[in-house]
């Protein structure tokens, strides 16, 4: 059976991850070679984006300098790039992912597979949910997730990193590494699809407070605790709400390794920083420093506020509920270190 690959989304990370995968199927008989990637349509210099990937083969606004395969045809229309998918790659911030699901069921071929590069959860009025429950309970398909310490532009620049994908059924697992596998993206599987979406998610929100105290100049012993204490109340709040994450997760690169790269880089960290430094609002930083990407870590710090507080648990998250309250609630960053 011939595999086919659509990717979902074109920022900053899903244009690198284009560039692995588009060269990916080409090594392989049981994928076809075309990969679609839908854009969201806008003009650079009066000319449509979609036209500039397929003409230039280079995201010159999220991901300028890098070459895109010839393979990767950017496609404005979701349904049409979905079409004939085997396996589909949503690579958008969570908070499209509902929309896009509307459009995509009964509209994709009953033998689709998913994964997930999404890093966030669902916030209702129940409490929440995975993204790859959404995907998968939405679509009806079996959903994995990639997450890791992978900025999007050294993967691009194809420096060496490491990536984890969660599976469910371990066939997917081995399919969806072949498309991600590379001597300079190392991806190891493991059966653990809510441990990785849980630490690809959370991490963001830690970034926030290494940015507050990079901005605040505390210094490396200062962000060691912060990175200390978050992957602890990450573990933590995992294992509160699904016993069956596995420890070793942690130790993945979704878990500390990611945890670590998003607090020395990233653009919750610089975004953070900026905070500090200029006293802007994060709203106001994000326009100003994004080119348009969203940031991922203040949302997902209201959207945990949001379920901590409903259930009386910030006082059990001191770290994620001091974050929450300096970005929304005016709190002064230097209460990063006096809260927790």
């Not at 806008?42 to 999220?62: A, C, M, P, R, S």
């Not at 009964?106 to 790859?132: E, H, M, Q, W, Y």
């Not at 802007?280 to 930083?285: A, C, G, I, M, W």
Request: glycine fraction near 8%; proline fraction near 3%.
């Amino acid at each position: 059976m011939t595999e086919r690959v659509a990717l979902i989304g074109s920022g900053n990370w899903g244009s690198a991850v284009a560039k692995i995968i588009g060269r990916n199927v080409r090594k392989f008989d049981h994928f076809d070679n075309k990969v679609k990637m839908w854009v969201f349509e806008e003009k650079v210099n009066g000319q449509n984006l979609t036209e500039i990937i397929n003409t230039k083969h280079e995201n010159v606004k999220y991901l300028p300098g890098i070459q895109l395969p010839s393979n990767i045809v950017a496609c404005p229309d979701l349904l049409e790039t979905c079409r004939d998918a085997t396996m589909l790659v949503f690579v958008v911030p969570h908070q499209f992912v509902t929309s896009i699901c509307k459009q995509l069921k009964g509209r994709i071929p009953a033998n689709c597979k998913a994964i997930s590069l999404i890093k966030g959860i669902d916030v209702n009025a129940d409490g929440f949910r995975l993204i790859t429950d959404m995907i998968q309970d939405s679509l009806g398909v079996p959903t994995c997730v990639l997450s890791g310490a992978n900025i999007a532009n050294e993967v691009a620049e194809e420096k060496f990193c490491e990536t984890t994908i969660g599976y469910r059924n371990r066939a997917d697992g081995e399919l969806f590494r072949e498309i991600f596998h590379t001597p300079t993206f190392r991806v190891n599987i493991v059966p653990d699809v809510v441990g990785v979406e849980l630490c690809g998610a959370l991490k963001n929100i830690v970034a926030i407070g290494g940015g507050l105290v990079d901005g605040l100049k505390l210094g490396d012993n200062t962000k060691a605790a912060i990175i200390r204490i978050g992957l602890y109340e990450m573990r933590k709040f995992s294992k509160m709400f699904y016993a069956d994450v596995k420890d070793e997760t942690f130790f993945e690169s979704c878990g500390v390794a990611d945890l670590i790269t998003t607090c020395a880089g990233g653009r919750n960290r610089k975004v953070a920083e900026a905070h500090v430094t200029t006293g802007k609002s994060f709203d106001q930083l994000e326009q100003e420093m994004l080119n348009g990407q969203k940031l991922q870590g203040t949302s997902t710090a209201q959207d945990m506020y949001n379920i901590l507080s409903k259930k009386g648990l910030c006082h059990e998250f001191p770290l994620m509920t001091t974050i929450y309250k300096i970005c929304y609630e005016g709190l002064p960053p230097i209460r990063i270190v006096e809260d927790i």
